[in-house]
């Protein structure tokens, strides 16, 4: 009965409100950009003063895969350290966020064509909280992540993010965090501090990627794998694509489109990132 109770005060509070959020695909880009000060981080901490406060964030990030689809539950997440190789003082943040198991109930019985486990174990991943925190780094706004169901095509990711519309108007805030262009086999490491640096492919399919987003072209962008030789370099593996799909599947017709942190990085990857409100 309790989580009945808790489901009724979540849903009555959230009809109160009259302020629809956009949705946010983020470029996260390396995990140090969670306590470095660049043009990245500081574009998110503008962001988190400007965009109508949340009363909850949920996060697809590209650092969350598995089998079936699943929303994590527990009321005080754990900050996950998915990486390795870097300095203590990135395994030294903690992010401690609320979770909000209302919303996870929620959003399971949103979803109708398949069923979402709920999870009490995962946290919030680096995809997550190395952006949410530079946005509200007081962490008192509750955070849920949903996961990636890998075994999926483009296509389903799209789909399925149709039936989490109704949050957007109702104070949660969605974002999706990975990269577009993300290839880091072929990371010039000599070229990190090089602004705006990619190689030929790379400028050529953010060009065509920033056209399409502009252009509302989704089903291009769902059937990336026909855009060429140079999406096939741009997007070796789909994980930290997927997102962008959740994103795009929850853009509205009245959306306004805009990109921010549009730059290419060490030469197979980007920052874009893309805002519909």
């Known amino acids: 009965m309790s989580t009945l109770a808790g489901l009724k005060k979540f849903t009555d509070e959230l009809d109160r409100q009259d302020q629809r959020m956009p949705?946010?695909?983020?470029?996260?880009?390396?995990?140090?950009?969670?306590?470095?000060?660049?043009?990245?981080?500081?574009?998110?901490?503008?962001?988190?003063?400007?965009?109508?406060?949340p009363r909850a964030i949920l996060v697809i990030s590209a650092h969350w895969l598995t089998k079936g689809t699943h929303v994590t539950a527990m009321d005080h997440p754990s900050t996950i350290h998915d990486f390795g190789g870097f300095p203590q003082e990135l395994f030294d943040v903690q992010y401690p966020a609320p979770g909000d198991p209302a919303l996870a109930a929620e959003t399971k019985a949103l979803i109708q064509t398949t069923n979402v486990g709920l999870n009490h174990d995962w946290g919030l991943d680096h995809g997550a909280w190395s952006?949410?925190?530079?946005?509200?780094?007081?962490?008192k706004i509750p955070v849920i992540q949903f996961s990636i169901d890998y075994a999926q095509p483009a296509s389903y990711h799209y789909e399925l993010a149709k039936q989490l519309?109704?949050?957007?108007?109702?104070?949660?805030?969605?974002?999706?965090?990975?990269?577009?262009?993300h290839n880091l086999r072929m990371v010039a490491w000599d070229k990190m501090d090089?602004?705006?640096?990619?190689y030929d492919w790379a400028i050529e399919l953010h060009e065509l990627f920033n056209q399409k987003l502009l252009n509302g072209d989704h089903q291009a962008?769902?059937?990336?794998?026909?855009?060429?030789?140079?999406?096939?370099?741009?997007?070796?593996?789909?994980?930290?694509?997927?997102?962008?799909?959740?994103?795009?599947?929850?853009q509205d017709k009245k959306d306004e489109v805009s990109l921010f942190n549009d730059k290419l990085v060490a030469g197979s990857l980007n920052m874009t990132s893309v805002k519909f409100s």
């Open 23 to 53: 949705v946010l695909f983020m470029g996260h880009g390396s995990p140090m950009n969670g306590i470095e000060n660049n043009e990245f981080s500081r574009t998110w901490e503008t962001m988190g003063k400007e965009l109508p406060v």
């Open 131 to 139: 952006v949410v925190k530079r946005m509200y780094p007081e962490a």
């Open 165 to 181: 519309a109704a949050l957007r108007n109702k104070g949660v805030l969605i974002i999706g965090s990975g990269n577009i262009i």
């Open 194 to 198: 090089v602004p705006n640096y990619g």
């Open 221 to 250: 962008l769902i059937n990336y794998e026909k855009l060429g030789a140079a999406a096939k370099l741009a997007i070796p593996t789909p994980d930290h694509y997927y997102p962008l799909m959740y994103v795009l599947g929850l």
